[in-house]
């Protein structure tokens, strides 16, 4: 396929949101594939003049490549949707519905995916009925984050109100799930297609920001060293979930195990981390996809991104 294909493109990173270094990294990355596949590609670092950038730089096509509130969660979508101008990723719905974890788990529980359970955590809530209800430990998290921004571990019931805090510097909406220790997979997806599984074992507590972007000690294992079997079957629950949220073109959708070894949806990422060393990366080269040619792949999506969008309507009749 000729790149002359795909036009003049835009770049998106940057943005306002709490991710916006990691975007930065990403959108770079992102940018300078392009430009070694000799697309026509330009950096456009995100803000309140984006829409009259858009238009008076008169591009063809867009590559998202923003993290977080404002780029992840549907908004950029609208504009470029209003613009006319095809975009990578997910559309306007995806978007929003995969950015808000208490949304998108509700959508896989009528579903029947398995969503991690969850409850609203609110200021006044009593600590002891969460945890009769939920047991401990547990997971406090704002609704729409990224980067594991605003996370806490809860051990005991007088940590539940400053985690509760800790959450809500970042949303409106807190939730409270069980806490799960046997094991943390994700699973790219790449069009139409799961990607190999990828195991994560942070070194610390859990898989914070400085795991995920700052630490050496963090160790990713694809492949995943599951049984066949049940590597087919978490892939194929990860394509499901994505998309029940309306998710298209690409992604990443995170499972937790339990101790018995039962898999969880926690999230699904519509626009997941893609410097050289991130997990979607990573889960493509594993299937022979060099870094070069899965950024011209996600891009190529966007040639399509009508009639897919129109694909999931017709499925979900
Ligand atoms: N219920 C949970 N039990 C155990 N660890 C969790 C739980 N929820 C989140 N985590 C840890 O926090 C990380 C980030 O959580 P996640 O819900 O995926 O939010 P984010 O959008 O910030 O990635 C996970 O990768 C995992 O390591
Ligand atoms: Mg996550």
């Not at 596949?37 to 950096?43: E, I, W």
């Not at 949304?103 to 409850?119: D, N, T, Y």
């Amino acid at each position: 396929m000729s790149v002359t294909r795909f036009g003049k493109v835009a770049v998106l990173m940057g943005g306002w949101s709490s991710e916006r270094a990691v975007s930065l990294n990403s959108g770079s990355a992102v940018l300078q594939a392009l430009l070694r596949r000799g697309v026509d590609a330009h950096g456009i670092d995100v803000g309140p003049g984006v829409a009259r950038q858009l238009s008076e730089g008169d591009y063809q096509r867009a590559f998202v490549m923003l993290h977080g509130r404002g780029g992840e969660d549907g908004v950029i979508q609208g504009v470029l949707e209003s613009l006319g101008i095809p975009y990578t990723g997910s559309g306007v719905l995806g978007s929003a519905l995969s950015m808000d974890k208490v949304k998108s788990k509700q959508i896989w529980q009528a579903a029947g995916l398995p969503a991690l359970p969850f409850e609203l955590l609110l200021e006044e809530s009593n600590p002891a009925s969460v945890v009769e209800r939920l047991g401990l430990p547990l997971a406090v998290k704002p609704a729409r984050e990224g980067s594991s921004i605003g996370i806490s571990k809860v051990t005991q019931p007088a940590q539940l109100l400053p985690a509760w805090r800790e959450a809500a510097r970042y949303d409106t909406q807190v939730l409270v799930e069980p806490w799960l220790d046997g094991g943390e997979y994700t699973a790219a997806i790449l069009g139409d297609e799961e990607l190999p599984l990828i195991r994560i074992e942070a070194a610390g507590e859990f898989y914070d920001y400085h795991a995920k972007y700052q630490a050496q000690d963090t160790c990713y294992y694809c492949p995943s060293g599951l049984p066949v079997e049940r590597e087919r079957e978490l892939r194929q629950i990860a394509l499901r979930a994505f998309r029940a949220v309306g998710a298209a073109g690409w992604g990443r959708v995170d499972f937790l195990l339990d101790e018995q070894g039962k898999a969880w949806l926690v999230e699904n990422n519509t626009l997941p981390g893609m410097t050289d060393h991130s997990l979607v990366p990573m889960a493509a080269q594993a299937a022979g996809i060099g870094f070069d040619d899965l950024v011209v792949r996600i891009l190529a999506e966007s040639l399509e991104y009508r009639s897919r969008e129109e694909m999931h309507v017709v499925q979900a009749r």
